[in-house]
């Protein structure tokens, strides 16, 4: 599917001492890579609000406090994709993250931020750059 303009999303980077939640992704963009739990803003709903009710419904984790990390541009031309997302960082957190739509994610786990599984979405390296910055 090739998109006419930008599409807005969100994603969490959730981290848990040097450990950082990821999913692994069944959908293009990025296909089996390892990503950050998120997905699309709707319309009329706030970033915030998305990447809370987003990670809700992918990962069945409640989360608190978002603060605003980075911003992720995933441009591919070739595919047709460009996708604009706020990362946010959420060190805090309840319930215990699992699976909750297995046609769209195969796996989840958490991840040292040095030693991370391969591929990698471009928004986990964006999350991870601005995380060893701060």
């Not at 541009?73 to 309840?94: K, N, R, T, V």
């Amino acid at each position: 599917m090739k998109f006419n303009e930008p599409r807005t999303g969100a994603g969490a980077a959730i981290i848990d001492g040097a450990k950082i939640l990821l999913i692994k992704r069944v959908k293009e963009p990025e296909a089996f890579h390892w990503g950050l739990p998120g997905g699309k803003i709707d319309l009329f709903e706030t970033a915030e609000d998305a990447i809370i009710r987003e990670v809700k419904e992918e990962t069945d984790l409640d989360l608190k406090e978002p603060f605003l990390l980075c911003i992720s541009d995933l441009i591919d031309q070739d595919i047709g994709y460009h996708w604009i997302s706020p990362i946010y960082l959420f060190a805090e957190y309840s319930g215990i993250p699992k699976i909750m739509e297995p046609e769209k994610h195969l796996d989840l786990g958490w991840f040292d931020i040095d030693a991370l599984p391969q591929p990698i979405t471009k928004a986990v390296s964006d999350a991870i750059a601005a995380l060893k910055e701060k």
